[in-house]
């Protein structure tokens, strides 16, 4: 990989009363195309050489073949793709005549290409315990060679317009601002693709003889325009009062649909001002309450969810196949924001001469209106359903920061502060009773979690395990009026639970078995100055929430034939009864394997040391005048996890919010070591 960037950042003022600058930056990457994943370098065919003087391995086995060589399935594809990102900011403040008054002026433009060429390259793999001058496998084929194109450009601006003002009036200070905002971003792709080369080193795609594959991504655009502002008004520093809104038009939504008006409010007051509060102030030197309302608007979902779409089709006609078009999604007119309120109440508080501080704070966060596909008949086809704002969800809870300062004298201070924060969401509303969506998917679609009303976000729904049969007895105990529950289990298989009691393990036995959510999150955080030397130390950690592991099933399902945990070796046998793993058996017939049970769920707690620095502030003599600071510091990152957690992190956030906690191939976080110099001249 390469990589080239460049950056400005210039600010000047003229006039004395108008400042104006520019941050601009540009990036220019080349990369070579092959990848890899988690789940192919832990299931690599053991005993295989990666390479050889150049030459890719194979199985050694003498019955085994075409098994994946990771290092040869990185390199197999040639070419480049190359990256170019450009960010541009201009902007400009003046100050008007009228005292405190200030106009803001802001132009963002952002561009992002990317362009990909890929071909075949002939790397065949040898077995080199039979010779190293002919190929077992993997021999490329020119007829079959691939050549292949892909474009995707990126762009958008921003232009902001603020008006801003600022004044005090005796004890009465008043600020306010106004402003003024319009997005646009377009995207757009195309790939091609050409089978057949004439040689191996022609590989323009204009080489190639028959066309593959061609498409792309149509045109996208959405823009935005806000208008917004805000009010302050404080009176003798102690009555603290806000108003401010949010008019947002986006061109997701409807026509009729795409503006919303978003108000927030707060109003505080600082109790430690007030006379009657002189006699605590020794021990309480500040308190202030405060409480707000805020709404805000989400765009989400397509640019085009609104709209009836259609596709190309070949349909016979007239005795010939012709192309046709039907309609691929149905249109919502009414599709509109999502709408998130939130109402807050907080305390600030500081005791003990400063040192000893307090925030806390108790929300209620509510989400409306949120975009979920709607249920339509099955009657309809395959036509996907529309968009719809029909569900709704709530987060309530408490956050608080406790902190100590402290300087003992002028070389040594120190400090330490305690950050929590405790959350339960729950689904109120979908769109229909019994709507429900899935998530967590594996083993070609089963899914591991729902998401309906009256449950968390993303929540397990899974068949409980109630450990191993460990007799036949014991397999023919587990029925239902004389019919084994599971006929097919032995001793060594995991018995699992008939919740519905009806006699068989099915879909109809998942159960809620927790949130991906954690219940309290936290960090601990503490700092030491003595003279010129500093540490630092940071730890973090969350509690009650839970990990399906599903890279543990991949790595112990013992019918596919791959790279397995160590942790497999501990399987059941009637002098092994306390297992990890049940019996090994190749075909499994119980489906101790089967992915919609809890065998694979793991507490996601946990406790790490996030970051921890030491540095050292050099002697301002030593520069002469000519450096004002000079810093050098050693740092590391992720010292060390405390979980129960088996996967590899139980950092597993997924993007997609129904599939958060589910852990497939995760990559883990990396431990980091730096030594870093901070110069300021």
């Keep these: 990989m390469e990589r080239f960037n460049i950056r400005a950042n210039i600010e000047t003022k003229i006039a004395d009363i108008i400042t104006f600058g520019t941050q601009t930056y540009g990036t220019k990457e080349f990369k070579d195309p092959g990848s890899t994943s988690m789940t192919y370098l832990l299931q690599a065919w053991p005993g295989m050489t990666p390479i050889y003087n150049g030459k890719y391995g194979a199985s050694e086995h003498p019955e085994v073949t075409q098994k994946d060589n990771i290092l040869q399935q990185v390199a197999y594809q040639g070419g480049q793709n190359t990256y170019t990102r450009l960010n541009t900011t201009w902007y400009a403040n003046i100050e008007l005549p009228l005292k405190g008054l200030v106009a803001e002026a802001k132009f963002n433009w952002s561009q992002y290409s990317r362009h990909d060429e890929h071909h075949s390259q002939n790397l065949p793999r040898y077995s080199f315990r039979e010779s190293f001058d002919t190929p077992k496998e993997g021999i490329g084929v020119l007829d079959q060679a691939t050549t292949y194109r892909y474009a995707y450009e990126s762009t958008s601006y921003t232009a902001d317009l603020l008006l801003r003002y600022n004044n005090t009036f005796g004890k009465h200070d008043v600020g306010a601002f106004f402003g003024y905002e319009q997005y646009r971003g377009e995207t757009t792709g195309f790939s091609a693709e050409k089978k057949g080369l004439i040689d191996w080193s022609i590989t323009d795609i204009t080489s190639g003889a028959e066309m593959n594959s061609i498409g792309g991504s149509a045109k996208s655009v959405n823009a935005i325009i806000s208008y917004f502002g805000r009010i302050n008004y404080a009176y003798n520093g102690k009555y603290l009062l806000e108003a401010s809104f949010r008019s947002d038009a986006s061109s997701k939504f409807a026509p009729g649909h795409r503006s919303s008006f978003f108000p927030s409010g707060s109003a505080a007051w600082r109790i430690s001002e007030e006379a009657c509060f002189e006699p605590l102030k020794n021990t309480v030197n500040s308190l202030k309450i405060r409480a707000s309302y805020g709404s805000l608007g989400n765009t989400v979902g397509g640019n085009y969810d609104w709209q009836a779409l259609y596709k190309k089709v070949n349909n016979v006609f007239d005795e010939r196949v012709q192309n046709g078009l039907i309609q691929s999604s149905i249109q919502n ?35 409306s209106d949120i975009l979920t596909n709607s249920i339509i008949y099955k009657t309809m086809g395959s036509i996907s359903a529309p968009m719809s704002n029909t569900a709704s969800l709530t987060n309530h809870g408490f956050e608080f920061n406790l902190g100590w300062n402290e300087s003992l004298n002028k070389d040594l201070s120190y400090g330490v502060s305690f950050l929590g924060t405790y959350n339960k969401n729950e689904v109120v509303e979908m769109g229909a009773e019994s709507q429900v969506i899935t998530g967590g998917t594996i083993h070609g679609g089963t899914y591991t979690s729902r998401t309906l009303a009256g449950y968390p976000i993303g929540g397990f729904w899974l068949i409980p395990t109630d450990g191993y049969f460990n007799s036949t007895e014991e397999v023919q105990a587990h029925q239902k009026d004389g019919v084994l529950i599971q006929p097919s289990a032995e001793p060594g298989d995991i018995r699992f639970k008939d919740t519905n009691n009806d006699g068989t393990i099915n879909d109809e036995d998942r159960v809620y078995c927790g949130s991906p959510f954690p219940k309290f999150t936290y960090s601990i955080n503490g700092n030491i100055t003595y003279k010129n030397v500093d540490f630092s130390i940071g730890f973090q950690g969350v509690t009650g929430n839970k990990i399906y592991n599903a890279t543990k099933l991949e790595l112990t399902d013992v019918t596919r034939g791959t790279n397995y945990l160590a942790s497999t070796l501990d399987y059941w046998t009637p002098e092994n009864q306390n297992a990890s793993s049940p019996r090994l058996i190749w075909t499994d017939p119980n489906r101790n394997a089967r992915s919609e049970s809890d065998r694979y769920l793991e507490s996601g707690s946990y406790f790490r040391l996030r970051n921890l620095q030491v540095g050292y502030t050099l002697p301002t003599v030593w520069f002469h005048g000519f450096v004002q600071k000079a810093r050098v510091y050693v740092n590391a990152e992720n010292l060390f996890t405390i979980s129960s957690y088996s996967g590899y992190t139980p950092d597993v956030n997924s993007s997609d919010v129904y599939s958060r906690g589910f852990d497939e191939f995760i990559y883990p976080s990396n431990r980091t070591f730096m030594f870093g110099l901070n110069v300021t001249f």
């Design 333 to 367: 007119l009414a599709l509109s924001w999502e709408k998130v309120t939130t109402y807050n109440f907080g305390l600030d508080a500081s005791f003990l001469n400063q040192r000893l501080t307090l925030e806390a704070d108790f929300y209620l966060r509510k989400t």
